[in-house]
């Protein structure tokens, strides 16, 4: 009776237009009401402890934050400082694409904001320049997903706060694997360079390294950005609630002062910022309702026992934790899908033998190849929002499909070799 009223209930909010949020509290309240006899003041009870834990007041001021860096200009800086860089380099510009979403990545925190902000100024200049436009797309879009694994990450942040996971381990945790994929996406852009050099426009005349250095040396202020957020929280000075708010100070001062901020800007970027948080949170309500509902009657439990009676190797539930991210990111939006999948898979993952702080960095990873896949692929939608027609999703999809390969190739290393999750934070915050 549970899974059959669980199935149903996923299925029709993923075919109707009923939002994913009031979807899954109606199948949780369902569950409740006729498989559990009863038990719906448990599900708001449950709602209330987490919506009034002092950790998930990050995540609004986080959105918050992402949001003003991005109407205050502050991307075109940092394009225009990094790009330099590349002239010379076989793929040119797309390197810069790649380079400038993990920086940006690592003070924005969330996936289509970095590809919106790096977009809308890098699509305009590589058009101009000749470079295939499909692929500026693709790089843009591989790069954006960038933003949900680089720290600060609204993925990483959420599912430490629903999951009782370290955040400041989780941010630590997913730098070298970001890093990582920006270094494999570079080489494919370098490989597709060499195949199809009439794809990169022209060639740049070469910029001497002086003028280089001091150019990258005038974006100091995304290092203090960077400091205000990740180096309070790991200096001990502040939590990650307290840090959040002083990114936001941190990102008002450096959009007045380096941008083109202004009032009418923050106001747009706070309207935005509710709307975005108002959207998550109601997704998280009712993924919480849901998980309830499952606890309640037992199914996460149940499922493990079962999956540990059946004598399942560790990575045959892994490649099945794998096949069901792939198969339902064509449907829902990154976040969305964590949120509605954690309660089922968490518990999955550590009875099978997974680290909680590796699993976290797996399923971002996961969501983020949601982000590149249609008929949902949010970062596609973007930025084909962004070209205003001239590339089809059809056409950035098929050009993603490297990436695509490539984020998936990340999570088979990082299964064969987890120590490159674990190194950094087991190294700043010891093995506990």
Known sequence: ????????????????????????????????????????????????NV?????????????????????????????NAI??????????????NIAVCTVFGAVSGASTST????????????????????????????GGTLGLLIPPSLSLLLYGATQGVSIGRLFLAGVVPGLLLAVMFMMAIGWRAHRHPDDVGQPQAAIPFGQK??????????????????????????????????????????????????????????????????????????????????????????????????????????????????VLGCFFDGISLMLMTIPIVFPLMMAA????VWTGVTITILIEIGMLTPPVGMNLFVLTAITDGEVSLARAAMAAIPYWILLLLGVLILAALPDIVLWLPNLVMGNG
């Open 1 to 48: 009776m549970v899974w059959f009223l669980l199935i149903l209930g996923l299925v029709i909010t993923g075919v109707t237009a009923v939002p994913i949020g009031i979807g899954l509290a109606l199948t949780g309240l369902s569950i409740l009401r006729f498989a559990a006899g009863g038990g719906e003041d448990l599900a708001i009870t449950a709602v209330w």
């Open 51 to 79: 919506f009034v834990d002092f950790t998930l007041s990050a995540v609004p001021i986080f959105i918050f934050m992402g949001e003003i860096l991005l109407v205050s200009g502050v991307s075109s800086r940092i394009y």
């Open 83 to 96: 790009a330099p860089f590349f002239r010379q380099v076989p793929g040119g510009l797309l390197h810069t």
């Open 115 to 142: 590809a919106a902000a790096v977009g809308s100024v890098a699509y305009p200049e590589l058009r101009n320049r000749g470079y295939n436009r499909a692929q500026v797309v693709a790089t843009l879009a591989a």
């Open 213 to 326: 250095l001091r150019g990258l040396l005038a974006i100091w202020p995304v290092a203090f950005l960077v400091f205000a957020v990740l180096g309070t929280m790991y200096l001990g000075l502040a939590t990650p609630t307290e840090a959040a708010g002083l990114g936001v100070v941190a990102a008002i001062a450096t959009g007045v002062c380096w941008g083109e901020l202004n009032w009418r800007k923050i106001y747009r970027a706070f309207f935005t910022s509710v709307r975005v948080f108002g959207a998550i949170a109601t997704i998280m309500l009712g993924a919480l309702v849901l998980s309830q509902a499952l606890t309640i009657m037992g199914a996460p439990q149940a499922l493990v026992s079962t999956v540990m009676d059946l004598g399942l190797p560790k990575y045959a539930v892994l490649a099945a934790v794998i096949l069901l991210y792939l």
């Open 353 to 356: 033998g997974f680290d909680p």
